[in-house]
Every structure is written in structure tokens, then in C-alpha cells.
């Protein structure tokens, strides 16, 4: 099993900053894919960001001018930051982690909470 576990999230004032971690454990492909997703009341789920274990990255057109990912010096940890904030981008933000390999499978973080408003 794998474990997901965000954080970073909070209030946030238009035009500023944040940054989002997420933290991995348990039994984790070398092989995998991270990513965030972000969720918006009444919504589903959709991809902000993601990055595969070689370095690949994608980060969604709606944000590609304000988003970075990466992944953190500690090993199966996520980051995302993302500037110029506008109160369109208050969502729940999930850290997803997906792999095909021994330990394969679709993990999902409990999601940490970003609220853009002055």
C-alpha cells in the first residue's frame, strides 16, 4: 500500500504564492508517475501537473505561466508551486501517485485545501 500525504495548503491573498508538498510511503514503484490534481466544488477532479520518475513533466495549459513541479530532495516526495494566485484557484488540491509495476496501482492523497481571497 502507499500513503500520500499532503501538505502546504491554506489562505492565500490574490497575487501571492504557494507551495504544496507531498509525501510518499510504503511499498512504491521505482517506476511511477506524480502528479496534483485540483478539485473545484461541484466538480470532478482535474490534472494541474504531473511528473514522471525520469523527469517528464506536464503541466496543464491553465496554469503552465504559474506552475512548477518537481520532485523534492527526500525521495518519493511531490512539490508544486504556484504563484500569482488568483481566487480561481481555490480547489482541493490531491497528490496522486500512479505505477504498473510490482506494486502497482492508483493512490490518492486526502487532498489539502487552497483558498485564494483577499
Known amino acids: 500500500q502507499v500513503q500520500l500525504v499532503e501538505s502546504g495548503g491554506g489562505l492565500v491573498q490574490p497575487g501571492g504564492s504557494v507551495r504544496l508538498s507531498c509525501a510518499a510511503s510504503?511499498?512504491?514503484?521505482?517506476?511511477?508517475?506524480m502528479s496534483w490534481y485540483r478539485q473545484f466544488p461541484g466538480k470532478e477532479r482535474e490534472l494541474v501537473a504531473a511528473i514522471q520518475s525520469g523527469g517528464l513533466k506536464i503541466i496543464v495549459n491553465t496554469v503552465k505561466d504559474r506552475a512548477t513541479i518537481s520532485r523534492g530532495d527526500a525521495e518519493n516526495t511531490l512539490i508544486l508551486q504556484m504563484v500569482s494566485l488568483e481566487p480561481a484557484d481555490t480547489a482541493l488540491y490531491y497528490c496522486n501517485l500512479k505505477s504498473a509495476g510490482m506494486y502497482g496501482g492508483d493512490y490518492w492523497g486526502q487532498g489539502t485545501q487552497v483558498t485564494v481571497s483577499s
Open positions: 510504503g511499498s512504491i514503484d521505482s517506476q511511477n508517475i
